[in-house]
């Protein structure tokens, strides 16, 4: 009688579990802002930009300033959605990577792809009961974009430095 392998977690494979796990975490937790605490995110964020970046933002008056930041609100968080889910693309990628025993990174990759696109249509269908948020397929699409650069650009960083090991050899 042939016996089952026992179910093992190696340390990597753990490591990038817990670090996929808070991620998912910190998603739902923006996720999870009403639309006004949403929107004083990101405006903080784009304040503390200006204040550093922007000449001559600390000399604007207050109604320059909100309309400043007014009009930098939505990309800033369409490039928020891509951010987070670039960084959930990665992580997954390395989740499946260390999970996967005979390493076939094609599949890894299709792997960690579907689970971040399955992740950001969750994230909008919670979105659509928090107040003053919405589901919109726009931001799904970014972030299934954020994810597949994250994904490519991984995959990409691996070949490289096997390419560069190989040369040493």
């Known amino acids: 009688m042939k016996r089952k392998p026992k179910f093992t977690v190696n340390r ?9 796990v808070i991620w998912c975490g910190v998603i739902f937790a923006f996720s999870a802002q009403v639309a006004d605490d949403s929107s004083k995110t990101s405006g903080g964020v784009i304040y503390l930009f200006c204040r550093l970046v922007v000449s001559g933002f600390k000399n604007l008056d207050s109604a320059e300033r909100d309309e400043m930041i007014s009009g930098m609100q939505f990309w800033v968080r369409k490039a928020a959605h891509f951010t987070v889910f670039f960084v959930l693309g990665v992580l997954s990628l390395q989740l499946f990577l260390a999970a996967d025993r005979p390493k076939r990174r094609r599949d890894c990759a299709f792997a960690a792809l579907a689970f971040s696109i399955l992740y950001a249509i969750s994230d909008e269908v919670h979105q659509h009961f928090v107040p003053g948020r919405a589901c919109q397929l726009r ?7 954020g994810a597949a650069v994250g994904v490519l650009l991984s995959i990409a960083v691996i070949r490289l430095i096997a390419l560069k090991n190989r040369k040493k050899a």
């Open 12 to 20: 990597r494979e753990l490591l990038f579990i817990i670090l996929t």
């Open 139 to 145: 931001d799904i699409c970014i972030d299934t974009a």
